[in-house]
C-alpha cells in the first residue's frame, strides 16, 4: 500500500494525482490562479504569464498551467512579487488591445478586462501601435478576425488544432506581426475550417467574434442567455440562446462553459450559427389542418393532436396496425425517437418504425 502523496499550495496541504499540475490541484480545492490562456480542454502554452506562482526552492516563477506537482512540493501563496508580475503583464496585455473596457466588449466579453479589474493593474500604459495584420478580405459569412483585439494567446489556434483537428488557422509572421492568420491568407471557406465558431468561444478579447451579432450591435452582456437543447441532431448539445429582449429577438448562440453539458462547451457550424429561421417570416408557428375546402388553416395543439389520434386509429381500424408506419428524424433527441418507436409498437403494434439517420 503505497503512502498518499502531499502538495502545499498557499498553506492547503493537497493530495495530488500523478501528472497533475498546481493549477489543477488548486482548482480541485477552490484556489484561484487566474489564467488568460488556459482551457482544461487544450494543452497548456503557458503564454500569457498570469499564472506565475512561486515554488520554494526555484529562482524563477514557473506557470501554474504547465508546472507538474511534485511530492512536498511547497506553492507560496501570492507573494509582492507574483503580485507585481499579474499587474505587469495585465498591463502589457492592455496596451496591446482596446484598454477601454466598454468599446472592447462591444460584442464578446473580455476575460483579460475582467481579470484586471479583479487583480489590478501596473497602471494603464501607452497603447502599442501594433502591426499586426488582419484578413479584411475573408468572406466567410461567420467569423470575423479583428487584429487590434488580439493578444496572441494562441487558444484559438490551438482550439482548431487540438478539438478540431483541422488547423485552419494558425500564428503567422514573427515579433510584434505575429497574428492570426490562414495559409496564403484565404478566407476561411477556402481552408479547411469546419466554421463551428469554437475560436469565438475561447477567445479572451473579443478579437474573433461573429459578424451577425456583431452588425446587431448588442453586447453580449445586455442580452439574456436561455439555455435549450439544440434542434439540429439528436446528440442532446446544449446551448445558450443570446436574446435580446427588447426586440424580442434570438441575436446569437453560445455554448455552455466546458465540462457543464454533454458537448463540453463545443458546438458545429449549425448549431452555433444556423439560428436565422427563428425570425424568417415563413417559419410555422401554429399547427396546420385542413378546413372543409382542403385549405391549410391555423389550429390549436388540441385540435391537431386530436385529428392525428383519430386518423391513426382509422387507419389500423380499417386496415390493420401494419398499414400505419412511423418515421422519426435525427433533427429529434434521442429520447424523442425512443418514444416515436414506443408509440408504433406499444401504442399501435407494428414494427414499421423508421429513423432518417438510417439510410
Same mark, same amino acid.
Given at each position: 500500500m503505497t503512502s498518499k502523496r502531499f502538495v502545499i499550495i498557499d498553506g492547503n496541504e493537497l493530495s495530488f494525482e500523478e501528472g497533475e499540475t498546481i493549477l489543477q490541484a488548486a482548482r480541485r480545492a477552490e484556489i484561484e490562479i487566474p489564467t488568460l490562456c488556459h482551457d482544461d480542454r487544450l494543452t497548456p502554452a503557458g503564454a500569457c504569464r498570469i499564472c506565475l506562482v512561486e515554488v520554494e526552492g526555484a529562482n524563477l516563477m514557473q506557470p501554474a498551467c504547465a508546472t507538474r506537482v511534485s511530492p512536498n512540493m511547497v506553492v507560496r501563496p501570492?507573494?509582492?512579487?507574483?503580485?507585481?508580475?499579474?499587474?505587469?503583464?495585465?498591463?502589457?496585455?492592455?496596451?496591446?488591445?482596446?484598454?477601454?473596457?466598454?468599446?472592447?466588449?462591444?460584442?464578446?466579453?473580455?476575460r483579460l478586462h475582467d481579470l484586471a479589474e479583479r487583480y489590478g493593474t501596473a497602471g494603464q500604459w501607452v497603447p502599442v501601435d501594433s502591426p499586426r495584420p488582419g484578413r479584411p478580405s475573408d468572406d466567410n459569412p461567420y467569423i470575423q478576425f479583428r487584429p487590434d483585439r488580439c493578444i496572441a494567446c494562441s487558444l484559438c489556434t490551438r482550439y482548431c488544432d487540438q478539438i478540431e483537428a483541422v488547423s485552419a488557422i494558425t500564428l503567422a509572421f514573427k515579433g510584434a506581426k505575429t497574428t492570426i492568420s490562414t495559409a496564403d491568407e484565404r478566407s476561411l471557406t477556402e481552408t479547411t475550417?469546419?466554421?463551428?465558431?469554437?475560436?469565438?468561444?475561447?477567445c479572451p478579447t473579443g478579437a474573433m467574434t461573429e459578424k451577425a451579432a456583431l452588425a446587431w450591435g448588442k453586447p453580449e452582456m445586455d442580452l439574456e442567455k436561455v439555455r435549450t437543447t439544440c434542434n439540429f441532431c439528436g446528440v442532446?448539445?446544449?446551448?445558450?440562446?443570446?436574446?435580446?429582449?427588447?426586440a424580442n429577438r434570438v441575436v446569437k448562440v453560445t455554448s455552455p462553459p466546458p465540462g457543464t453539458t454533454v458537448n463540453d462547451g463545443n458546438l458545429c457550424v449549425k448549431g452555433r450559427f444556423a439560428n436565422d429561421f427563428i425570425?424568417?417570416?415563413?417559419?410555422?408557428?401554429?399547427?396546420?389542418?385542413? &378546413?372543409? @375546402?382542403?385549405?391549410?388553416?391555423?389550429? %390549436?395543439?388540441?385540435?391537431?393532436?386530436?385529428?392525428?389520434?383519430?386518423?391513426?386509429?382509422?387507419?389500423?381500424?380499417?386496415?390493420? &396496425?401494419? @398499414?400505419?408506419?412511423?418515421?422519426?428524424? %435525427?433533427?429529434?433527441?434521442?429520447?424523442?425517437n425512443y418514444l416515436m418507436q414506443k408509440l408504433a409498437r406499444a401504442g399501435f403494434q407494428t414494427h414499421n418504425v423508421h429513423q432518417c439517420a438510417a439510410t
Amino acid at each position: 500500500m503505497t503512502s498518499k502523496r502531499f502538495v502545499i499550495i498557499d498553506g492547503n496541504e493537497l493530495s495530488f494525482e500523478e501528472g497533475e499540475t498546481i493549477l489543477q490541484a488548486a482548482r480541485r480545492a477552490e484556489i484561484e490562479i487566474p489564467t488568460l490562456c488556459h482551457d482544461d480542454r487544450l494543452t497548456p502554452a503557458g503564454a500569457c504569464r498570469i499564472c506565475l506562482v512561486e515554488v520554494e526552492g526555484a529562482n524563477l516563477m514557473q506557470p501554474a498551467c504547465a508546472t507538474r506537482v511534485s511530492p512536498n512540493m511547497v506553492v507560496r501563496p501570492p507573494t509582492p512579487r507574483v503580485t507585481r508580475n499579474r499587474q505587469f503583464t495585465l498591463s502589457l496585455h492592455l496596451a496591446d488591445t482596446i484598454q477601454d473596457r466598454a468599446l472592447a466588449e462591444d460584442s464578446n466579453p473580455s476575460r483579460l478586462h475582467d481579470l484586471a479589474e479583479r487583480y489590478g493593474t501596473a497602471g494603464q500604459w501607452v497603447p502599442v501601435d501594433s502591426p499586426r495584420p488582419g484578413r479584411p478580405s475573408d468572406d466567410n459569412p461567420y467569423i470575423q478576425f479583428r487584429p487590434d483585439r488580439c493578444i496572441a494567446c494562441s487558444l484559438c489556434t490551438r482550439y482548431c488544432d487540438q478539438i478540431e483537428a483541422v488547423s485552419a488557422i494558425t500564428l503567422a509572421f514573427k515579433g510584434a506581426k505575429t497574428t492570426i492568420s490562414t495559409a496564403d491568407e484565404r478566407s476561411l471557406t477556402e481552408t479547411t475550417c469546419e466554421l463551428c465558431g469554437g475560436c469565438i468561444d475561447v477567445c479572451p478579447t473579443g478579437a474573433m467574434t461573429e459578424k451577425a451579432a456583431l452588425a446587431w450591435g448588442k453586447p453580449e452582456m445586455d442580452l439574456e442567455k436561455v439555455r435549450t437543447t439544440c434542434n439540429f441532431c439528436g446528440v442532446g448539445c446544449q446551448v445558450d440562446l443570446n436574446v435580446d429582449r427588447a426586440a424580442n429577438r434570438v441575436v446569437k448562440v453560445t455554448s455552455p462553459p466546458p465540462g457543464t453539458t454533454v458537448n463540453d462547451g463545443n458546438l458545429c457550424v449549425k448549431g452555433r450559427f444556423a439560428n436565422d429561421f427563428i425570425h424568417h417570416p415563413d417559419r410555422l408557428q401554429d399547427p396546420l389542418v385542413r &378546413n372543409e @375546402a382542403g385549405e391549410l388553416v391555423a389550429t %390549436s395543439w388540441d385540435e391537431a393532436l386530436d385529428r392525428v389520434s383519430k386518423a391513426l386509429l382509422s387507419v389500423a381500424d380499417e386496415h390493420g &396496425n401494419d @398499414a400505419l408506419a412511423f418515421i422519426s428524424s %435525427s433533427r429529434c433527441t434521442g429520447e424523442e425517437n425512443y418514444l416515436m418507436q414506443k408509440l408504433a409498437r406499444a401504442g399501435f403494434q407494428t414494427h414499421n418504425v423508421h429513423q432518417c439517420a438510417a439510410t
